[in-house]
């Protein structure tokens, strides 16, 4: 397994932007499938994000257009630009990797809060 540590949570406005970061250890990260999850009160776990190995990524229809996934291999980080964020935002976020080959994430990290006021 690869250790992740989320990171960039925080306190917003309506509107505001916040970048989460993921940082990964423990294996060749390069090669993981990454994702975002997000979990609100009373609510099932959903995804939110994901980018492969290859930098192709994939939205979940609530999110597409405001946030941006992304990778740096060299620094084994992932990211999560949020923008024009919104109450419907608040959750815990977390990160997770999917080792290649595997077809779920078997990587999860504890999460961050986010929580957007109106």
């Known amino acids: 397994q690869v250790q992740l540590v989320e990171s960039g949570g925080g306190l917003v406005q309506a509107g505001d932007s916040l970048r989460l970061s993921c940082a990964a250890s423990?294996?060749?990260?390069?090669?993981?499938?990454m994702g975002w999850f997000r979990q609100a009160p009373g609510k099932e776990r959903e995804f939110v994000a994901r980018?492969?190995?290859?930098?192709?990524?994939y939205y979940a229809n609530p999110v597409k257009g405001r946030f941006t996934i992304s990778r740096d291999n060299a620094k084994n980080t992932v990211y999560l630009q949020m923008n024009n964020l919104k109450a419907e935002d608040t959750a815990v976020y977390y990160c997770?990797?999917?080792?290649?080959?595997?077809?779920?994430?078997?990587?999860w990290g504890l999460g961050t809060q986010v929580t957007v006021s109106s």
């Open positions: 980018i492969n190995w290859s930098g192709d990524t």
């Open positions: 423990g294996r060749t990260f390069s090669t993981d499938a």
């Open positions: 997770a990797a999917r080792q290649a080959g595997l077809s779920v994430f078997d990587s």
